[in-house]
Structures are given as C-alpha cells and as structure tokens.
C-alpha cells in the first residue's frame, strides 16, 4: 500500500486543477483548483454560495477527479477518482495552511487571495475534502490491472 500512497501522492502533487461532484436535489460538477496536504487533505477556495457551495451546506459527502484531459483514447487512462467528505475549514491554523498549500499549487494570485479577503468576504471560503478512497489509474504503473486503489481513514 505504501507504493499506492506514494504513486498517488506523486500524481496529485503534480497537478491542480480538480472536477468535484456534489448533489442535492439534484447532481452537480465543477472544476476547482486545489492544493494537497501529506494526508491528502485537498483544499479549495471557493463561494460557498455557488451550486457547489450549497450542496455542500445540506450534504459533504463528495467524488472527485483529477486526470490529464490531454490523455488520447488510443492511450492508457491515467488519473485519479476519489470519494470523501468535504467541509468548510473554521480554524484560523487550517485556513492559514490550506490558503499557504492552495498558493503553493497554484502561484501567481497571492495578492488577490488573502487571509483577510477569506475572513472577511461572503463569497470566498477555504474547504478541505478529506477523502475515504483514491483509485489511480495508470496501466504504466500496475500493468492489466489497470489502477491501485487505497482506503484512508477520514
């Protein structure tokens, strides 16, 4: 398993952008930018009132995905699928560290995005999905299996 985690980890370190499904009355899919903690706590800044934001509000139980789009369909699937639980960050400590770990996967908006704008704003929030289960699919890695599957406790 420790060959998954760290396969895994890899992947998910060298990417940032992430499709989240949430639902309420009825499904839902948007596409965020994370950052990623060693314990594969992700971190999104988003508006907790968008369609995402309000599902999450009644119900966190949540999938993701994160895949390179560029994959051919003649080429071998290669990405992760993911479930968890995914809730609003309210610790002053967490906020600082998922805000510092979403700048670091994704650079260049440090000053528009700042602790005092997520403090302060309606319509900016720090969420952590603490996921369940990662499933990486990569035929390179794992061969005709196809994927390497981890169960992590939330």
Same mark, same amino acid.
């Given at each position: &398993?420790?060959?998954?985690? @760290?396969?895994?980890?890899? #992947?998910? %370190?060298? /990417? /940032?952008?992430? @499709?989240?499904?949430?639902?309420?009355? !009825?499904?839902?899919?948007? @596409?965020?930018?994370?950052? &990623?903690?060693?314990? #594969?706590? &992700?971190?999104? $800044?988003?508006?907790?009132? =968008?369609?995402?934001?309000?599902?999450?509000?009644? +119900?966190?139980?949540?999938? #993701? +995905?994160?895949?390179? =789009?560029?994959?051919? $369909? !003649?080429?071998?699937? #290669?990405?992760?699928?993911?479930?968890?639980?995914?809730?609003? $960050? %309210? /610790?002053?400590? *967490?906020?600082? %560290?998922?805000?510092?770990?979403?700048?670091?996967?994704?650079?260049?908006? *440090?000053?528009?995005?700042?602790?005092? &704008? $997520?403090?302060?704003?309606?319509?900016?929030?720090?969420?952590?999905?603490?996921?369940?289960?990662?499933?990486?699919? /990569?035929?390179?890695?794992?061969?005709? %299996? *196809?994927?390497?599957?981890?169960?992590?406790?939330?």
């Amino acid at each position: &398993m420790a060959d998954i985690k @760290t396969d895994i980890n890899t #992947f998910l %370190k060298s /990417n /940032n952008i992430l @499709t989240l499904a949430t639902h309420g009355q !009825t499904p839902w899919a948007c @596409t965020l930018y994370y950052g &990623m903690d060693e314990d #594969f706590h &992700m971190y999104l $800044v988003t508006d907790p009132e =968008s369609e995402h934001g309000q599902h999450l509000k009644t +119900c966190n139980d949540v999938a #993701f +995905c994160i895949f390179d =789009s560029h994959t051919k $369909v !003649t080429e071998s699937k #290669f990405g992760v699928q993911g479930k968890g639980k995914c809730i609003i $960050v %309210k /610790n002053i400590g *967490e906020i600082l %560290k998922g805000l510092s770990l979403w700048h670091r996967f994704n650079p260049g908006v *440090e000053q528009r995005i700042t602790l005092d &704008m $997520v403090k302060k704003a309606l319509d900016t929030k720090i969420y952590k999905i603490e996921p369940s289960y990662l499933k990486f699919f /990569n035929k390179e890695l794992y061969g005709a %299996k *196809e994927y390497g599957a981890i169960n992590l406790h939330s």
